[in-house]
């Protein structure tokens, strides 16, 4: 049986993933918050604390998470958090404040519209203001350079990234929610020109505008509302130094760190939703866990089928509690990651049932 | 087809830079890159903290490179107007001699082929350096740093700021709303949305009932007054910050339209001397004609050019102030 201090999701939406949105981001907030809200069978008067994460920068505008309060329904007055982060991370917060024990109910979000401006412009602005930015080092080319170092490092070839790009893709057919699905030859993908070489268009995410909201409640308000809440039953983020050049490129500490933190060792997991934006990231990253062939990674598509910035990872979660509550699965994990490089990692576990 | 409206915001950062990177912007200048002693290693481009246990590294520079080893790289085969150059080049993670960690910049190789994990490469230094990271153009293939012919030399003092300026052009939907409501003052009338949960009344732009967060369409549109009554006020001195056009003192006041709970904020009084700006205040808007709109920037406030009194007496309520939204 749960303690009266776990958490676990008890209602989640995700919003249509899209190149080019026509909503304000309030607005796709209001719809995945509505949606999160019925989906828990409560009403927003019921949320006793909310937390977004989305990025100033990707709006075009200082303190856009201020607008994007008008889709909390912040009347009567409710205590409100904002991380410059993915969704995931607004998730961890509201985590952590619900286990103070004196309210129940919480919303978590992430949301972007990657689409106001390009990326590759907006993600310097992001990194080391001395060292970095004045390069206009963007997303892609510092994956392309970790991308090199795990190819020279033989951990991965760009025909394995190929495959994984059109698994994703394939993957991604059975989901509502993603952007770029279909078949693809691995043939015919690797013939194409390089973006960042080594990085080949199918190794790049989509860009993508899209919303996430979830609700998690402690274990007693879970219980009352929900016949199946999704416990949390691990949690915990890591993070390495900023600077690329001062990490070994071909490992994820921090990853590992999460992982161990939250408590995957102490049983299997059969799904894992990781933030592999890039395709040379997932192997990478399941090393980085420990996770055997048995392990289904990405059933949704992930970030390579959809990924709203700052939205991305928090659909990790979203996804990973759909696998237990409506796919049958029992203990699945969603991982998350900010920063160049994989510089930060977070790991959430999740479990059906009780425990 | 969605209406968008595209706006470019420039961030002229300028950042102090202590006294580990101001250093090394400085050696910059002196055609030379160092790093710091962090325990048995050397770190370049130096931090001021160890990696590992955080304390603050004593400032103990070394010279490291200026050749070193590339141990990553990409091909840039498109380069954005961020990028330091305006060719095809590489980004690289050069190990540079003496240190060890990598270096991240931009190798100017010419072509794809030239490039390697393991090649040599040096810095190729830009001329007039005022320390910054693109003091270093680029590195090229060799082990030999290439120095221009009309070299400047280093500066005299220590380099303590530097400036760091991205342009961003963003691209945002125009709500149907929004467009209602600036179609609506582009008539001389005010849209509001009422909504049909709670019964607030809201300025026309707006998409959605911030109260009950629902969804108001054009079918609770709402013909909002044009009289109302100043609640509160302020006089703005200007800075001349980019951007600012006004010169001398000038009021902006919140009025509260008639019979609504809509409070305009910020607003401009026309031909009233700072000295009668008052709470209280009955004003009615003004709108431009149509020869005046022609020379109007296109603003939020759209045809608004302000708001001018009315004559009637003031309206006596203390608790005028608390309502400023």
């Known amino acids: 049986m749960p303690s009266a201090d776990d958490i676990a999701l008890i209602g989640w939406s995700i919003s249509p993933m899209v190149r080019n949105t026509d909503k304000t981001e309030a607005q796709m907030l209001l719809e995945v918050i509505t949606g999160a809200v019925e989906d828990a069978g409560i009403t927003r008067r019921e949320v006793d604390f909310t937390c977004a994460g989305s990025c100033d920068y990707v709006a075009g505008q200082a303190f856009s998470f201020v607008q994007n309060i008008d889709a909390i329904g912040a009347w009567p007055p409710k205590r409100d958090s904002h991380v410059e982060m993915d969704g995931a991370w607004a998730m961890y917060e509201a985590w952590l404040r619900l286990q103070l024990g004196d309210i129940d109910v919480a919303v978590?979000?992430?949301?972007?519209?990657?689409?106001?401006?390009?990326?590759?412009?907006?993600y310097p602005m992001e990194m080391d203001p001395y060292y970095l930015a004045p390069l206009g080092t963007d997303a892609a080319s510092f994956s392309a350079l970790q991308a090199r170092a795990l190819l020279d490092a033989g951990k991965v070839t760009e025909r394995q990234m190929a495959e994984i790009a059109a698994r994703c893709r394939r993957d991604a057919q059975g989901n509502p929610h993603a952007q770029v699905t279909g078949d693809f030859d691995v043939d015919a993908l690797l013939a194409e020109d390089y973006v960042r070489s080594p990085l080949r268009r199918h190794d790049l995410p989509p860009i993508t505008d899209g919303a996430v909201a979830v609700v998690i409640a402690r274990a007693d308000k879970a219980r009352e509302l929900c016949e199946n809440p999704v416990w949390i039953s691990g949690f915990a983020h890591y993070s390495e130094l900023h600077y690329p050049g001062m990490r070994d490129l071909t490992s994820s500490?921090?990853?590992?760190?999460a992982a161990k933190a939250a408590g995957l060792e102490e049983a299997p997991v059969e799904v894992a939703e990781i933030q592999s934006a890039f395709t040379h990231e997932e192997p990478l990253l399941v090393e980085a866990l420990g996770l055997g062939d048995d392990v289904a990674v990405n059933p949704s598509g992930g970030p390579?089928?959809?990924?709203?910035?700052?939205?991305?990872?928090?659909?990790?979660v979203a996804e990973a509690a759909a696998q237990i509550r409506d796919h049958g699965k029992h203990r699945t994990l969603a991982h998350s990651t900010s920063g160049p490089c994989l510089q930060q990692n977070l790991v959430c576990i999740l479990e059906g049932g009780d425990k | 087809m969605t209406e968008v409206v595209q706006a470019t915001i420039q961030f002229p950062y300028k950042r102090s830079l202590g006294p580990v990177v101001g250093a090394f912007m400085t050696a910059l200048t002196d055609r030379r890159i160092i790093g710091i002693r962090s325990g048995d290693r050397v770190i370049s481009p130096p931090l001021e903290w160890d990696p590992d246990t955080a304390e603050e590294l004593d400032h103990d520079f070394v010279d490291v490179g200026p050749a070193g080893t590339v141990e990553s790289w990409s091909w840039v085969a498109t380069p954005t107007e961020q990028h330091p150059l305006d060719v095809p080049f590489a980004f690289a993670l050069v190990k540079l001699d003496g240190a060890d960690t990598a270096f991240l910049h931009a190798v100017d190789a010419g072509s794809i082929d030239a490039m390697s994990t393991g090649m040599r490469v040096a810095p190729r230094w830009r001329a007039a350096?005022?320390?910054?990271?693109t003091d270093i153009e680029a590195f090229?293939?060799?082990?030999?740093?290439?120095?221009?012919?009309?070299d400047g030399g280093a500066v005299d003092e220590p380099v303590t700021m530097m400036d760091y300026n991205a342009s961003i052009t963003y691209t945002l939907p125009v709500t149907p709303?929004?467009?209602?409501?600036?179609?609506?003052?582009?008539?001389?009338?005010?849209?509001?949305?009422?909504?049909?949960?709670c019964g607030r009344t809201y300025t026309g732009g707006k998409g959605y009932c911030p109260v009950d967060a629902i969804e108001l369409t054009s079918e609770y549109e709402v013909d909002l007054p044009q009289v109302g009554t100043v609640t509160s006020y302020t006089i703005i001195t200007p800075v001349q910050y980019?951007?600012?056009?006004?010169?001398?003192?000038?009021?902006?006041?919140?009025?509260?339209?008639?019979?609504?709970?809509?409070?305009?904020g910020y607003q401009p009084l026309v031909d009233v001397p700072n000295a009668d700006v008052r709470v209280g205040?009955?004003?009615?808007a003004v709108w431009a004609s149509e020869a005046e709109k022609a020379d109007l920037a296109s603003t939020a406030e759209g045809s608004l050019l302000g708001w001018i009194p009315t004559g009637e007496p003031d309206v006596d309520d203390p608790t005028l102030v608390d309502r400023i939204q």
């Open chain 1, 108 to 122: 978590a979000m992430g949301s972007g519209r990657s689409s106001t401006a390009d990326p590759a412009l907006i």
């Open chain 1, 253 to 257: 500490p921090s990853t590992t760190l």
């Open chain 1, 304 to 316: 390579l089928a959809a990924n709203p910035i700052m939205a991305t990872g928090l659909t990790r």
């Open chain 2, 129 to 133: 350096r005022i320390g910054h990271i």
């Open chain 2, 140 to 150: 090229v293939p060799g082990e030999e740093p290439v120095v221009p012919d009309d």
């Open chain 2, 177 to 197: 709303n929004a467009k209602r409501a600036e179609e609506a003052n582009d008539e001389g009338r005010f849209l509001g949305l009422k909504c049909p949960e």
């Open chain 2, 242 to 264: 980019p951007g600012q056009t006004e010169t001398e003192p000038f009021s902006r006041v919140h009025v509260w339209l008639d019979d609504t709970d809509v409070i305009l």
């Open chain 2, 281 to 284: 205040m009955r004003v009615a």
